[in-house]
């Protein structure tokens, strides 16, 4: 079954088009790396799938529903690249910031029991229990990341959204969070699409790829991607891709 | 406690406590914003309110309501407009409220004591209708606060995120510019149009040395203000000085006791681990 279907994407800002005619089917279930050059649009296809921005041709569905459904509904979860720099210092708790997830989708009608219940819950599946009464401008970036998954999480979505979840983390801390989403995806069974410079864990821990470069697009399987391949087919790709490792 | 016997001191009670705990209330979701300027901005819009107001016959604080709730949306439209400068509108606003209200004193017959009254505040001279106006203001404000409390924590963190999350931002961050200018029409009748930002932002800046959860540091953050309002007026009672300025500074008093206390306990930390004392070069 289809999770996300964008058909004929056009962005640009201003007088600069990022996609041009983009289109991608994803599964439920699966788990998506979105791949690609500095500039080449990563970050604006998620944000486009997300709903925040919005194309100026083409539609979005999210298992056939379209964004504003989708959204209202809870289907999608979603953890921005650089958010560190609001939450740096901000008075909140790791509890209280993964509570705020439970104002989405039907979450958002259940009880204050209920609401803590679920931040247990979340807490434990991130393994970020027992740091729940620190501060989140205290943790450590991949910390910070983890408690940002369990907040996407709380609002039981069916579709993961993450952008660059490994920026700014180190090497340890990135294997933590790849393995997290793994078993995400794998265990709970939610479609996972996320942004990567990474190319070498990306591929290694989705079973998608989709590789962009200002409107040109690779999907496929991740074990059918292979760089030499798409050197010989597209030097301009790799060249792109090459200057991000 | 002799001074609880005059009607204006219990008048002033009134009006400084509600403003004491609806002021942080906003403040807090202010700091996290970082609009701690936004009190200043809306002050001076709101001084040119009081002025224009007057001129035209209006009852100040209903021409200062006025034009501050306008203020409110327009710098709030310019914050949406120029995404990578949201000061920018806030500047404009400043200088065009600081501008209107020059032009209008000049205009109006009021009295200077009437205006220095709004500037510095004039909170022994508070008569019914402002209490009433004020307890209504803040009832107002401390609602929709309730009401929005987990929405305006969760755009504070990401406006994306927030969006994405079925949150209205754009409706809610409007809701929040009008009750915001509200609030400082409120302060503005207790501290005055100069030291309203500082009773919304300063109890905020100590409770938060505190490092206590959101809602911690909420509560901590309206105790240090009622505690400001308390003594700043029993203080300016008895020395016979200006109240708005004293209330503030026994705010700024109390976050330079935290500040130093903090200080004190990291050092003591340090200390105790045997770490040294001074930086590395």
Redesign the interface.
């Known amino acids: 079954m289809c999770m996300v279907n964008l058909s004929n994407i056009r962005f640009s800002y201003g007088d600069d088009v990022v996609l041009e005619n983009l289109s991608l089917a994803i599964d439920q279930g699966s788990f998506t790396a979105v791949i690609g050059p500095n500039g080449a649009g990563k970050s604006t296809v998620l944000?486009i799938i997300?709903?925040?921005l919005t194309p100026q041709a083409g539609t979005v569905t999210i298992r056939g529903k379209n964004l504003r459904e989708a959204?209202?509904d809870?289907l999608?979860?979603?953890?921005?690249q650089n958010?560190g720099k609001?939450?740096s210092g901000?008075?909140?708790?790791v509890e209280?910031?993964v509570?705020?997830?439970t104002?989405?989708?039907l979450n958002?009608k259940c009880s204050k029991s209920a609401a803590c219940h679920i931040v247990d819950h979340m807490l434990q599946l991130v393994g970020c229990k027992e740091i729940r009464?620190k501060?989140i401008g205290e943790l450590s970036g991949g910390q910070q990341q983890r408690v940002m998954v369990a907040?996407?999480l709380a609002?039981n979505p069916e579709l993961l959204?993450l952008d660059e979840p490994t920026s700014g983390v180190d090497y340890e801390a990135s294997a933590k969070i790849y393995e997290l989403l793994g078993q995400l995806n794998c265990n709970l069974g939610v479609t996972v699409i996320m942004v990567s410079h990474d190319i070498e864990k990306a591929i290694k821990w989705s079973d998608k790829v989709v590789c962009i470069n200002r409107g040109l697009c690779f999907f496929g399987d991740s074990n059918d991607f292979n760089i030499t391949h798409l050197q010989s087919r597209h030097r301009w790709f790799y060249a792109g891709l090459q200057g991000e490792n | 406690m002799e001074f609880l016997q005059y009607d204006f001191f219990q008048r002033a009670l009134v009006a400084g406590l509600i403003a004491a705990l609806v002021c942080p209330l906003i403040g807090?979701f202010v700091v996290?914003r970082r609009q701690s300027l936004i009190g200043d901005g809306l002050g001076h819009i709101a001084f040119a309110g009081v002025t224009g107001g007057y001129l035209i016959g209006w009852y100040p604080v209903v021409g200062a309501l006025v034009l501050t709730v306008v203020g409110a949306i327009g710098i709030e439209l310019m914050r949406r407009r120029h995404t990578q400068y949201t000061d920018m509108g806030l500047a404009i606003f400043f200088y065009a409220g600081i501008a209107m209200a020059i032009i209008f004193s000049t205009m109006t017959k009021m009295p200077s004591a009437g205006l220095l009254s709004f500037l510095f505040g004039s909170i022994m001279t508070v008569t019914t209708t402002d209490v009433t106006l004020i307890a209504i203001s803040g009832t107002m404000a401390a609602a929709v606060i309730y009401f929005l409390y987990?929405?305006l924590?969760?755009i504070?963190?990401?406006e994306?995120?927030a969006?994405?999350?079925?949150?209205n931002v754009s409706l809610i961050n409007m809701a929040f510019s009008v009750i915001t200018a509200v609030v400082v029409v409120v302060g503005m009748t207790v501290v005055g149009i100069l030291l309203v930002s500082a009773l919304m932002v300063v109890p905020v800046a100590a409770a938060?040395l505190l490092?206590?959860?959101?809602?911690g540091?909420l509560i901590a953050a309206a105790a240090i203000s009622v505690v400001s309002v308390l003594m700043g007026l029993i203080i300016s009672f008895y020395l016979d000085i200006a109240p708005g300025g004293t209330i503030v500074i026994m705010a700024v008093g109390i976050y330079a006791t935290l500040l130093i206390c903090r200080k004190v306990m990291e050092l003591k930390t340090k200390y105790s681990r045997g770490l040294p004392m001074t930086r590395h070069k």
């Open positions: 944000k997300a709903g925040i959204r209202y809870g999608i979860g979603y953890v921005p958010y609001n939450i901000f008075p909140a708790t209280e910031v509570k705020l997830g104002l989405a989708g958002r009464k501060r907040r996407a609002g959204l | 807090i996290v987990n929405k924590m969760l504070a963190i990401d994306d995120v969006s994405v999350t079925g949150v938060y490092r206590l959860s959101f809602k540091t």
